[in-house]
């Protein structure tokens, strides 16, 4: 376990995320260090006898396998910070790596609460399943690292402030999977398909873009609109995407298997990492090891 002296969100910024669905950026590492740890990880991951899965599309989890990320998704600095928002019991449930090379489009806006999943011809089937009211502000909770700079001109975040508090997306519909399609921006998808109604688009003067250093962090909902700008640099931008859950959240219930981005893996090897508190439900396998054997940090409350 770890004791810390790092504090959570003050009520300024937990008034701050109430209204407008994120909070940030935070920082985590120093600037110069941020790059060197990424690129310790890309070693570990290169160089890992243990891959959750044998997919080079879908990059979920590799906090499994990478110790270097298995102690991220566990820093005080997080986990503190989610604490004033979710509780003091938390569990990370996933993990994306978001890389955007140069000349990459944007990724277009879209909203999630339950991360369906499912291919792109039949109604998906939720990842997340809620089975209970809280008298926390949420049960979900994304954090997303950047390991390079992450500004306007190499695709940094937006975000659409309070458009948490209504559905403009309904993630339930199956997406088309075109890979060639310019209009297709995140891995041959198009989030537009989800809209509601699809003349909406929100007004610029709406839009927050989300511009980090390496080694912050922004933590938001995944309910809340957001996409990412193109990338018109000559620099590659680097974030890491971090996702946590209350124990009382259902993750994967009778999902043994993920097809998406055109690739299907097994989820054999998913358990949930407990990086707070207790887990009181017992519904998620959880790993105290990663698939290295290395043991998982706790923050304590």
């Known amino acids: 376990m770890t004791d810390t002296t790092v504090q959570g969100l003050t009520d300024e910024q937990v008034a701050f995320f109430r209204e407008n669905g994120f909070v940030g950026p935070f920082d985590l590492y120093d600037?110069?260090?941020?790059?060197?740890?990424?690129?310790q990880a890309k070693i570990e991951m290169v160089l890992s006898?243990?891959?959750?899965?044998?997919?080079?599309?879908?990059?979920?989890?590799?906090?499994?396998?990478?110790?270097?990320?298995?102690?991220?998704?566990?820093?005080?600095?997080?986990?503190?910070?989610?604490?004033?928002?979710?509780?003091?019991?938390i569990l990370c449930w996933k993990t994306n790596i978001f890389q955007k090379t140069p000349g990459e489009s944007g990724t277009g806006w879209h909203q999630v609460e339950t991360f369906v999943v499912g291919d792109t011809t039949t109604a998906s089937t939720p990842s997340l399943k809620y089975t209970e009211e809280t008298d926390y502000?949420?049960?979900?909770?994304?954090?997303?690292?950047?390991?390079?700079p992450a500004g306007r001109e190499n695709g940094c975040l937006r975000f659409i402030p309070g458009s948490h508090k209504r559905w403009y997306y309904d993630e339930s519909k199956p997406l088309t999977l075109d890979?060639?399609?310019?209009?297709?921006?995140?891995?041959?998808?198009?989030?537009?398909?989800l809209k509601l109604d699809q003349d909406w688009d929100p007004e610029q003067e709406q839009i927050v873009e989300?511009?980090?250093?390496?080694?912050?962090?922004?933590?938001?909902?995944?309910?809340?609109?957001?996409?990412?700008?193109?990338?018109?640099?000559?620099?590659?931008?680097?974030?890491?995407?971090?996702?946590?859950?209350?124990p009382s959240v259902k993750v994967y219930e009778n999902v043994d298997s993920l097809s998406e981005f055109g690739d299907t893996i097994d989820l054999d090897y998913h358990g949930c990492v407990l990086v707070s508190g207790e887990d009181r439900y017992g519904y998620n396998r959880i790993h105290e090891r990663n698939l290295n054997g290395y043991e998982f940090k706790k923050v304590t409350p």
């Open 31 to 39: 600037e110069d260090e941020a790059p060197l740890l990424w690129n």
């Open 179 to 193: 890979v060639e399609s310019k209009t297709h921006d995140f891995f041959g998808y198009d989030y537009s398909e």
């Open 210 to 246: 989300m511009e980090m250093k390496p080694g912050q962090f922004v933590i938001f909902l995944a309910k809340c609109i957001h996409g990412s700008l193109p990338n018109v640099s000559d620099e590659t931008r680097l974030a890491y995407a971090s996702r946590y859950v209350a």
């Open 137 to 148: 502000l949420t049960q979900e909770l994304t954090v997303w690292t950047a390991f390079s």
């Open 49 to 89: 006898q243990n891959k959750p899965h044998n997919s080079t599309i879908i990059n979920y989890d590799r906090h499994l396998d990478c110790n270097t990320l298995s102690e991220h998704v566990a820093r005080p600095e997080i986990v503190n910070r989610l604490r004033s928002l979710i509780g003091d019991d």
